[in-house]
Each structure stands twice: as C-alpha cells, then as structure tokens.
C-alpha cells in the first residue's frame, strides 16, 4: 500500500503571508491553515479489492469550532465539499459521498485536527486512523469485501463528474475549497491591509498551487482506469467524464457501440451516464453462493435484484416517470445491439420531441451545445422542438443565448 497526502506547493509569498505583521492575525492564522493542510489523502491498493482512494479535502480553517458539539452545522456544511472516490479491482470508479456521515466526518476532522496541530504536520499520523474511519464507512455497506456487497452497491457508482478542471462538474471544485481564506484576503484588500501587488501574487500563487494538485490527483486517478475504455472515450470527444467511462467499463462487449453514440451526441454524454449507470449496474450478473442458489430458482429474464422495474415505490421515491423508465431501457437495448435508427426513437419518445430534433443533433452535434444535465438538456430540447430546421442558431453565440433562455426562471 502507498500512501500520500498531497498539500499545496510552497512559493515565495508564503513567508509574507504567514506574517501577522504583514498581513494581520487573522488571514495569517488562515494562510497558515490553507498551506499547512492536505489537500488529498491518497491510498494506492488500500485492499485487494481497491486499487485507490481519494478524500479530496476543502479547507478545515474552524477546527476549533468544529470540534465542539454545538456547531455540528459547520462540520455538515465542511462535509458537502469533501470527495471520497474509489477504484474498484474491476476498475469502476465510486463516488461515496453518500457515506461520509456525520460521525464519519467527525472522526475525518479529528484525525486532521491532531495532524495540524503538531509543529510539523507528519503524514504518517494521517495514515492508518483516517484508513480505518473510512474502511468503517465502507463496511457499513458491505463494500469492503465486493463479491459479498449488498445489491444496492451501484448507488455509488459514479456518474456525475469529470477529470476535467474547467467544466461544470469536475471533480475538482475549487469555489468550495477554501473560501474563507480568499474572503480574508479579500477583506485585508479592503481594509487597505495589503496593496493590490500583494494580492495579486497571493492569487496567483494560489491558481498555480491548485492547478498542480488537480493535475497530480487527476493522473494518479487516471492511471488506475482501463486505457482501452479511456482511449474510447477520448476519440467519441467526451474527455474524463467518469460518468460515461463507468457505463462503457460496466460491459465492455459493448462498449464500442456506446462510444459510437457518445461520439454522434456529445452533448447527452450526462444523460446516458445518469440514466443507464444505474440500469447497467442492475443487470450485472451477482457471483456470491448465495445468490447463484437463488438464480437457479428462478427464471434469468425475472432475476433482477436492483433493476428498475415498475415499481410505484420506486417511481414515488425517484422523479423518475414510468414513461422515462421505460423508454431508458428501451434506449439500453437499442444503443447495445448498434440500432441507430431505434437510439434515436427511444430518445425522442424520452424527452418527448420529434425524431427530426433528434437526427438533426445527431448529425451535426454542436460544440457550443456543451454536455447540459438531464433536466435541462429537456429544457433545450423543447425549445428546438418549437422552433424550424430554419429557426436552429447557426453559431456558438446564437446556440449560448438558446441555451441560457431555457433555464426555468425558478432556476435562474
């Protein structure tokens, strides 16, 4: 097992950052917390069923505070911004913030709180206790062991964010990082504390360090993915979208003819990835003994422990319409046996539109499109539903100022 815990790189303003004197108390307290603290904890084959973890961690400036009972909101609010990503042996990737709960992110917030305040932060004191405070989460769901997890195991499959920095859901989300020593530097700008040379190096300072975290976790998780479904993604032109890579690597028989359809409609990469992730994932074959006794009792069209059937709980519990369930499941079986004619019914039955907004977007596939989410990727196919072939925007400006006017006003 090798272990990391990736912290900012240090540059010549730190010295005067760190300085009361220069800049004053309270953004030098915060300067100190901001370059001292781990940015990413990283175990490489935590187990023989992991090949990685990765906690990405905002900044946890109010330790203090946070420690004590009467401010649990704080350490929930701190909780939000925390990432805890896994690589499965089978190469799949997880997204297990639905694990870090309170208690969870209790023990995370001691285990940094003693690191930080030794003299010099020691990685080793990291190590195994906040190792251990997430193998307790893991086992709580029966992930520690996968040929014996639970069948509700691919909730945790990723299916939302990117490698990519600068898109709308990267994994890397730096507003949320560490506001209050930006809105400290700020207030000492204002207050006349620092000049505008001076903040201006501190901010520079602070997009070079996070750039280089953000490009070292994103190789390091990109080095424990399968090159073959990556290259496949890379020539479809959707990038890292972790989303799409799992649904490609979930059944890799048939992941050329999805990278096809990637490659015809960029811009439904986060559909695909929220809608059939999870039907995917229910239809994978289950290996223990006890459920191999269970299959041969039933008929293999019916066994289908977590598939989406029409279940008036399911669909009272999940947004998700009868209607769009089945049309998702249409659009599976279409997209696996390289149907495009029926890829392209099943979405316009999907989302309610015409075959022809459909083919016209198949056809041409505009970069200014962008990849939307689901409920507004609908918005924007009504609006092109309402309009001619003729009426369409003929170029990014025109396409942007389309997309912007279909966010519901209650969104805006």
């Known amino acids: 097992m090798d272990f990391h815990a990736l912290r900012v790189d240090g540059y010549p303003v730190d010295a005067e950052l760190r300085d009361a004197g220069v800049v004053g108390p309270e953004l030098a307290h915060l300067a100190g917390r901001y370059i001292d603290s781990p940015r990413a904890l990283i175990w490489r084959n935590p187990s023989s069923e992991w090949k990685l973890f990765v906690v990405l961690l905002p900044l946890a400036s109010r330790l203090s505070l946070m420690a004590n009972p009467i401010f649990a909101q704080l350490v929930r609010a701190w909780g939000l911004n925390v990432r805890f990503i896994g690589v499965d042996a089978s190469r799949h990737v997880y997204d297990f913030r639905a694990l870090l709960a309170d208690r969870t992110l209790k023990l ?23 190792l251990d405070v997430l193998f307790a989460a893991l086992a709580e769901d029966m992930l520690t062991v996968l040929d014996r997890r ?43 504390i620092i000049d505008v040379n001076f903040y201006g190096r501190a901010l520079r300072s602070v997009d070079l360090r996070e750039d280089a975290v953000d ?3 994103a190789g390091m998780i990109e080095a424990c993915l399968e090159p073959t479904t990556l290259a496949k993604l890379e020539r479809a032109g959707i990038g890292r979208h ?15 003819t999805r990278a096809h359809v990637l490659g015809r409609l960029p811009g439904f990469a986060s559909y695909f990835a929220e809608a059939l992730v999870p039907l995917e994932a ?17 008929e293999p069209s019916v066994f289908r422990p977590d598939a989406p059937l029409f279940d008036l709980r399911v669909v009272a519990a999940r947004p ?10 249409v659009l599976r079986r279409a997209i696996d046996a390289g149907q495009d004619r029926a890829v392209i019914e099943a979405l316009a039955q999907r989302f309610a539109v015409g075959d022809n907004v459909i083919r016209r977007l198949w ?9 939307p989410p689901t409920w507004h990727l609908a918005q924007i196919l009504r609006q092109l539903a309402d309009q001619s072939e003729r009426d369409w925007p003929a170029n990014d400006l025109a396409w942007r100022t389309l997309i912007e006017r279909s966010v519901p006003e209650m969104v805006r």
């Open 150 to 192: 639970r069948a509700d195991w691919n909730k945790h499959l990723d299916i939302e964010h990117c490698l990519e920095p600068a898109v709308g859901t990267s994994l890397f989300d730096r507003a949320s990082r560490y506001p209050d020593f930006l809105a400290s530097l700020r207030q000492a700008l204002r207050d006349e």
């Open 108 to 130: 995370l917030l001691d285990v940094l709180g003693n690191t930080l305040e030794t003299p010099a932060p020691r990685d080793e004191a990291v190590h195994d206790r906040a």
């Open 215 to 217: 490009t070292r976790v």
């Open 282 to 298: 229910a239809f994978l074959p289950l290996t223990t003994e006890d459920d191999e006794d269970d299959l041969e009792a039933r």
């Open 242 to 256: 972790l989303g799409c890579y799992n649904w490609l690597q979930l059944d890799r028989r048939h992941a050329a």
């Open 363 to 371: 056809r041409e596939a505009p970069a200014a499109f962008g990849r």
């Open 320 to 329: 998700d319409s009868i209607h769009h369930l089945h049309w998702n499941g």
